[in-house]
Antibody, heavy 122, light 110 residues
Framework: EVQLVESGGGLVQPGGSLRLSCAAS????????MDWVRQAPGKGLEWVGR??????????EYAASVKGRFTISRNDSKNSLYLQMNNLKTEDTAVYYC?????????????WGQGTLVTVSS | QSALTQPASVSGSPGQSITISCTGT?????????VSWYQQYPGKAPKLMIY???NRPSGVSNRFSGSKSGNTASLTISGLQAEDEADYYC??????????FGGGTKLTVL
């Protein structure tokens, strides 16, 4: 059974940093693109970024709103995905989901974690 | 990359059919057959309902169907049931090799 479990969320001050983790099980992580998607309270889904699979050299992409501040990494041997968030802003407050991508170009998400809440506030 | 455009809300009575639209540009919805749809209940993670415009994952009811014409994709739910009341989001692959979501549509079953 495929499972994704996020952790690491919490309260952080503006300008601070936080590292989220996503523990994957039930599939071979290195075969898949993996993405982060966030949802601000009461708002819609926003794609944050992705790391491609081993066959695509683990390259990454980011949304313009987080580029230069967020870094996605992975450790396939530990079946884990990470999101390093630096210089956090109040508008980064959201539930952060990790999701497994499928399809050509990783165009859809077939499994999602339960999410972890990040609150950026002074 | 601007969010795809969805109606904020739609409603229908049990047994009826409803359609939710998702409008983008030739750089996303219109340029690729890579539109997907997600259902989300309050406080829960999204669930994949349709992928690559019109494909249903195993386990998703055949009351859900997807289509696309030009820069607009659509999700149709037939035989509306109370359990269909949820938020629905479309998503598309883009020419920038990124992904973009729609703003979401709240479906109310009257």
């Amino acid at each position: 059974e495929v499972q994704l479990v996020e952790s690491g969320g919490g309260l952080v001050q503006p300008g601070g940093s936080l590292r989220l983790s996503c523990a994957a099980s039930g599939f071979t992580l290195s075969d898949h693109y993996m993405d982060w998607v966030r949802q601000a309270p009461g708002k819609g889904l926003e794609w944050v970024g992705r790391t491609r699979n081993k066959g695509n050299s683990y390259t990454t992409e980011y949304a313009a709103s987080v580029k230069g501040r967020f870094t996605i990494s992975r450790n396939d041997s530990k079946n884990s995905l990470y999101l390093q968030m630096n210089n956090l802003k109040t508008e980064d407050t959201a539930v952060y989901y990790c999701a497994r991508s499928r399809g050509r170009g990783g165009s859809y998400f077939d499994y999602w974690g339960q999410g972890t809440l990040v609150t950026v506030s002074s | 990359q601007s969010a795809l455009t969805q109606p904020a809300s739609v409603s229908g009575s049990p047994g009826q059919s409803i359609t939710i639209s998702c409008t983008g540009t030739s750089s996303d919805v219109g340029g690729y057959n890579y539109v997907s749809w997600y259902q989300q209940y309050p406080g829960k993670a999204p669930k994949l309902m349709i992928y690559e415009v019109s494909n249903r994952p195993s386990g998703v009811s055949n009351r859900f169907s997807g289509s696309k014409s030009g820069n607009t994709a659509s999700l149709t739910i037939s035989g509306l049931q109370a359990e269909d009341e949820a938020d629905y989001y479309c998503s598309s692959y883009t020419s920038s090799t990124t992904l973009v979501f729609g703003g979401g549509t709240k479906l109310t079953v009257l």
